[in-house]
């Protein structure tokens, strides 16, 4: 079946380096996006991985292991307004017209 | 505007009404999605539109009808629903092209509360 697992809740200090998990089983494989959503707010859009490696983003980064079924998105120098909802989604197949399979995201709460 | 706009931002209806949500983007993209969001679980695709036909259908009950009149406008038609459809629902817009992410850009949703 579809699977993404990621955490559902984490914390983290203003200021530290925290790193979100995402796992997938899926029937096929065109990309992995990150997004952030904040309550009340759209999702918006943060990276995408298609090969293996790290894509770097100002004080975010996303790692992608295609043969684990693994990535992780690593937000550095937290801020307040970093505490949001992270998700985790597949393309599952092919092509950019395949779709999207979400994890429930991950609850980020930044702590002074 | 800018990017996806969803009307209404709030929607309370009971169990007998029919409700209209309405979807508009202002990015030139040739495809628009709707997906549910309910507490708790992950985003699920309700219905794809490309080049203005539906593409998907993700075994939604037709109690959701989708409909897009052209590129830029989105409409999701509710009658009859049930307490357990009370969910945000949103929509996104995105370019569909022989290569690249295929990126969603997502509304803020409408938040939909069925008595």
């Known amino acids: 079946g579809q699977n993404i697992d990621q955490p559902t809740e984490m914390t983290a200090t203003e200021g530290a380096i925290v790193q979100i998990n995402c796992t997938y089983q899926?029937?096929?494989?065109?990309?992995l996006f990150w997004y952030q959503q904040h309550a009340g707010e759209a999702p918006t859009f943060l990276s995408y991985?298609?090969?293996?490696g790290l894509e770097e983003k100002g004080r975010f980064s996303s790692f992608l292991s295609r043969s684990k079924g693994y990535s992780y998105l690593l937000l550095k120098e937290l801020q307040m307004k970093d505490s949001a909802s992270y998700l985790c989604?597949?393309?599952?197949?092919?092509?950019?017209?395949?779709?999207?399979?979400f994890g429930q995201g991950t609850t980020l709460q930044v702590k002074p | 505007e800018t990017g996806v706009t969803q009307t209404p931002r709030h929607l309370v209806m009971g169990m007998t009404n029919k409700k209209s949500l309405k979807c508009e983007q202002h990015?030139?993209?040739?495809?628009m999605y709707w997906y549910k969001q309910s507490a708790k679980k992950p985003l699920e695709l309700m219905f794809v539109?490309?080049?203005?036909?539906?593409?998907e259908n993700n075994s939604v009950p037709s109690r959701f009808s989708p409909e897009c009149p052209n590129s830029s406008h989105l409409f999701l038609h509710l009658h009859t629903l049930q307490p357990e459809d009370s969910a945000l629902y949103l929509c996104?817009?995105?370019?569909?092209?022989?290569?690249?992410?295929?990126?969603?850009?997502f509304g803020a949703g409408s938040r939909l509360t069925v008595l």
């Open positions: 991985n298609v090969l293996d």
């Open positions: 899926t029937s096929g494989f065109n990309g």
């Open positions: 990015l030139g993209h040739n495809a």
């Open positions: 996104a817009s995105s370019q569909i092209s022989g290569s690249g992410a295929n990126v969603l850009t």
């Open positions: 989604a597949v393309r599952d197949r092919s092509g950019n017209t395949g779709k999207l399979i």
């Open positions: 539109y490309s080049l203005e036909e539906r593409v």
